[in-house]
């Protein structure tokens, strides 16, 4: 069986919600605490054995190109310095895999940004992780989907359930359940009336795709807006191929809202060996 050695990041999209902070920054570079969130992702991917990141970038985003290569003259200003731990900090960043960089001229979904990235893939499977879904998981919540990936040899989604109220919001998934946590997908809604969804179990942007799903972007024909989505990819397979959703074990943190960003930012900190006891002391603080 092929091994998961490969994941792609789509990183290309505006992060409007974020304005005016992201109109001179990537959104995927905001901090939670002290790393921006796309080093969570990648963090989780490596940890997951992951050996080969590919970005799939668009205009302004060159600050994550630099962000995970080599910077020479920061490194020598803290060996000079002895600043020994944030040295280590800096030089394991553009050393835990192997990047690439793909460029996606102009913004036509999700989908199109994954044929981007085709042909650094091949015929092998690969993860794909979206840059606004972290999951502060014991075991990687890409590594959990991989599991799956091996015993089924399909296709996979990351699940989660959310109140019925919510579901409007999300692609939902109409599923049978095969064993504890994993379902064989037989539906798929974007954003559905609540009344109209066949559960309350939403599709959160992480995913195993195989050659056969990119074989259906490539027949995908685009939207009224000239997107081609991953979702419709999908749907056209339903039927077609076997392909399962597992609903992860973790805390999901939606960074691309803003409420989401911050509960993250709060959550970490409340983690974080440097500053968790004070920032702990400040909230107690400020409840009184």
């Given amino acids: 069986m092929a091994q998961i050695k490969k994941a792609i990041i789509p990183v290309a999209g505006f992060g409007t919600r974020f304005l005016p902070a992201t109109k001179a920054q990537p959104k ?100 794909v992780l979206f840059g606004d879904d972290i999951v502060d998981a014991e075991k990687p919540c890409i590594g959990q989907l991989m599991d799956v990936f091996y015993k089924y040899e399909s296709p996979v989604l990351a699940l989660m359930e959310v109140p019925k109220e919510e579901v409007s919001s999300f692609g939902v998934v109409g599923a049978t359940k095969v064993e504890d946590r994993v379902y064989a997908i037989k539906e798929l809604v974007e954003k559905p009336k609540m009344e109209e969804a066949p559960s309350n179990l939403i599709i959160v942007g992480k995913y195993i795709v195989t050659p056969t799903v990119f074989d259906a972007l490539e027949k995908v024909v685009p939207g009224k807006d000239g997107e081609i989505r991953l979702a419709d990819a999908l749907i056209s397979m339903l039927g077609k191929q076997a392909f399962y959703g597992y609903k992860f074990e973790g805390k999901r943190y939606d960074c691309g809202s803003k409420l989401g960003f911050l509960e993250a930012t709060v959550d970490y900190a409340l983690k974080h060996k440097e500053v968790k006891d004070a920032f702990r002391d400040f909230l107690k603080a400020k409840q009184l």
Avoid at 80 to 104: G, P
């Fill in 28 to 127: 995927e570079m905001l901090p939670i605490v002290d790393k921006p969130i796309i080093q969570y992702l990648v963090e989780e991917a490596v940890a997951a054995g992951i050996e080969e990141i590919i970005f799939v970038t668009g205009r302004g985003k060159r600050a994550i190109e630099d962000h995970f290569d080599c910077s020479f003259e920061l490194e020598h200003t803290l060996v000079e310095k002895n600043k020994t731990d944030r040295l280590e900090a800096i030089y394991n960043i553009s050393n835990m895999a192997k990047f690439s960089f793909v460029r996606q001229p102009k913004p036509l979904g999700d989908g199109d940004a994954l044929l981007r990235a085709r042909h650094l893939i091949g015929d092998e499977p690969c993860a």
